[in-house]
């Protein structure tokens, strides 16, 4: 497995190093099989210190975990714990999906936007053809899951709403946290 630690700003040294290998080695033996690398970021907001964690699975998969302390380690483990609970949660289901699955997941290319909302000033930045402004430009993928994976990778990424390809019917789905707390699932193929 490979690590990506790194920090933002600071310094992270050999002994938080050895901890978070250690530690993450540790809850992947537990409860996933095959991961493939770990990306562990960390950074200080005002008097706290941030680690955010991306545990990339064969399968297709990412676990996704942020936590704040005002001590860098401390900070590390609450992530970690966060990641070991999801972990938990899905070891059952994670093994049945790749039992079923014998390719990993498929992913195809798409761009991602991010518009500015407002001005500083609070006025919106839209101009007079009502056409956002575009503040950064990125390549993602969008994966081939079923929705049961969907569901489950969007609540792994710790994600609010998350597009993907439906293994099912090949049309673009969304699934998405409601405010009741239920998943919401658009389907724009099962229109009748």
Not at 170 to 191: A, E
Request: include cysteine; charge should be negative; charged fraction near 25%.
């Amino acid at each position: 497995m490979r690590y990506q630690i790194s920090g933002k700003h600071i310094d992270i040294g050999e002994s938080l190093q050895t901890h978070v290998k250690a530690e993450i080695s540790e809850i992947i033996g537990k409860y996933a099989e095959r991961p493939t690398d770990a990306l562990i970021t960390f950074s200080k907001d005002a008097h706290e210190y941030v680690c955010e964690t991306a545990i990339h699975l064969s399968t297709g998969m990412t676990v996704n975990a942020s936590a704040r302390a005002s001590e860098i380690y401390a900070s590390f483990d609450h992530s970690a714990n966060k990641i070991e609970k999801q972990l938990r949660r899905y070891k059952r289901r994670l093994k049945d999906h790749a039992k079923h699955r014998t390719t990993p997941i498929e992913t195809f290319g798409a761009s991602s936007y991010i518009l500015a909302s407002e001005q500083e000033d609070g006025n919106s930045v839209e101009n007079e053809t009502l056409t956002p402004i575009i503040v950064a430009e990125m390549k993602t993928g969008i994966k081939s899951l079923s929705v049961g994976e969907a569901v489950m990778q969007m609540e792994l990424a710790d994600e609010a709403v998350l597009v993907f390809k439906n293994e099912g019917n090949d049309g673009l789905n969304v699934v998405y946290r409601r405010k009741d707390g239920n998943i919401g699932w658009i389907d724009p193929n099962n229109m009748k």
